[in-house]
């Protein structure tokens, strides 16, 4: 993972703290030089715990390489706001921000998302699977149209549901998983979950063209 090397004007660099010392004494000196704008600080700070952070990115999205740049990107995010740390454990501050990162590359793929939704929703009760089906153009069409709806109501949902729902119908993660990453309680992320699916269903019945779309097919 990336080292920083640039320096604040006029910034002042103590000198590193051990490695090998990792007492809570030692840490706390290299937060309060890192709080300071100490980078060679901060820098040690990310070799302790830049693996923790790369496998923590890696469980949740599922990609080493995804991971690996969401993990940097984590710790540029972390100094850039290092100096409004406020004495926390700096192991779930950079945690956090490396969820917050995931997650937020999750939102940025929603509108992917929605295919994998779409077929789910044309079902009397949906089963939320990603099976695929054959369509012809018109209907391949139609779910064009589909999708966009679907990402205009998955828009509107609370921010907390359409991240438990992507996370649980799009890609695949299971309820200890998504309570683990957003430090939820399973029977919150179940709820979000289940709310987050009527109130999409519930919209898109509710659309006169989504409505034919939905009949027709349950029809079929």
Same mark, same amino acid.
């Given at each position: ?30 937060? +309060? ?104 153009? +018109? ?19 609370? +921010? ?19 309570? +683990? ?40």
């Amino acid at each position: 993972m990336m080292q920083f090397r640039r320096r604040a004007r006029n910034e002042t660099i103590a000198p590193p703290v051990a490695d090998e010392d990792s007492s809570e004494t030692a840490e706390s000196i290299l937060i +309060e030089r890192a709080v300071a704008g100490d980078l060679t600080a901060f820098n040690q700070i990310v070799e302790r715990y830049q693996s923790a952070v790369l496998t923590h990115c890696t469980a949740i999205l599922r990609d080493p390489s995804l991971a690996e740049d969401v993990a940097q990107e984590s710790m540029v995010k972390a100094w850039r706001s290092i100096s409004g740390f406020r004495g926390e454990s700096i192991r779930s501050w950079l945690m956090r921000i490396a969820t917050n990162s995931c997650l937020d590359l999750i939102r940025q793929r929603a509108r992917q998302a929605t295919d994998s939704l779409d077929a789910q929703l044309t079902e009397p009760t949906p089963i939320w699977s990603t099976q695929s089906h054959d369509f012809s153009p +018109e209907e391949r069409s139609e779910q064009a149209e589909l999708s966009d709806r679907l990402g205009a109501a998955l828009a509107r949902l609370p +921010e907390e549901q359409r991240v438990a729902l992507l996370m649980s119908d799009a890609l695949g993660y299971e309820y200890h998983e998504i309570a +683990e990453i957003t430090d939820s309680a399973i029977g919150t992320i179940k709820s979000r979950i289940s709310r987050g699916r009527a109130r999409l269903r519930a919209e898109l019945l509710a659309d006169e063209q989504s409505r034919e779309h939905f009949e027709r097919y349950d029809r079929s």
